[in-house]
């Protein structure tokens, strides 16, 4: 039908349907630029809201592959660079269709794309912190808490900041962090060391 009849009556549906093909066929690439071709191709199409949706989608399956199906291995831990670019299609989904009936599994993929970014960062500083570079790992640590501060890495990143100002011998900072860990999670604190 692409092919033989590239213009007609069932060409739009017969693109809308080669995306979705391609995504179930876990072909991912294709159905990003399948779904690239349908926003530039079709701007006036009623349902090219599913064309954004699914290549943000399809975007976030990129990166995952199966090894990190079938193992104790996290997203987070390898390269975010997908995630990053379907966050920007979610993002542009939302900007254009606010009222779009994949808004709420879109705002769900963007909770779960922010939680990926700020456990990479967390990763990089368990890292800093494992060599002895304090420095690098306040960096990352400050780095969550500014820009992904609704994630289940703020304990974590306050306690780093906390360690890492300890060994560099910056008390002050330290004493700053070490009481908000004191006052919301206390678990993570044994007299004035940071667990």
Known sequence: LDTYYPTGAY???????LMYTRF?????TSAVSTAERFIRLYPNNPPLDYAYYLR????????FDSLLRYTSLQQAHRDVGFLRIAYDNFNQLLQKYPN????????QRLQHITQ???????NVARFNVKRGAWVGAIQRARWVLEYYPQTPQIPEAIATLGYSYQQLGLNEQA??????LKLNYPSLVSGDQIN
């Open 24 to 28: 179930r066929q876990s072909d991912y």
């Open 175 to 180: 004493a700053q962090y070490l009481e908000l």
């Open 56 to 63: 943000g989608v399809a975007n976030m399956e990129i990166g």
């Open 11 to 17: 060409t739009e549906q017969a693109q809308l349907d």
């Open 100 to 107: 779009t009936r994949y808004r709420h599994d879109t705002l």
């Open 116 to 122: 990926q970014f700020a456990e990479n960062e967390i």
